[in-house]
């Protein structure tokens, strides 16, 4: 169930929240990440189109220059290569931890 909009958090208090959270010591890996999920609300959670085009790019573009590679032994090569069906999160996992960790540090 959605909240009204007057209940929303707002965009200054969002912030305050990845500014709290860039500043949390980084020696345990879910510190930053945890701190912005107690906080943030869910109904900030998302990504824009803007953004799910731009990590599709930098997917292919990985793909296409062969960053990024099949790892798992019974996922199957053809649907890694696929773009239509692969590759998978788990396969995207380190990418997107990269790519998080560069926007909440900046």
Do not use: C
């Not at 189109?49 to 220059?65: H, K, Y």
């Not at 396969?91 to 997107?96: G, M, N, Q, Y």
């Amino acid at each position: 169930k959605t909240k009204p909009a007057a209940s929303l958090q707002s965009a200054v208090e969002r912030h305050q929240i990845f500014d709290e959270a860039g500043v949390l010591p980084a020696s345990t890996p879910h510190t930053r990440a945890d701190h912005v999920h107690a906080k943030l609300t869910p109904e900030f959670w998302g990504i824009s189109l803007r953004q799910l085009l731009e990590f599709v790019s930098m997917v292919r573009e990985l793909l296409d220059t062969k960053k990024l590679v099949n790892l798992a032994p019974n996922y199957d090569q053809e649907i890694f290569d696929n773009p239509l069906q692969g590759p998978n999160m788990y396969a995207l996992l380190p990418f997107i931890k990269e790519q998080t960790e560069k926007a909440v540090m900046g």
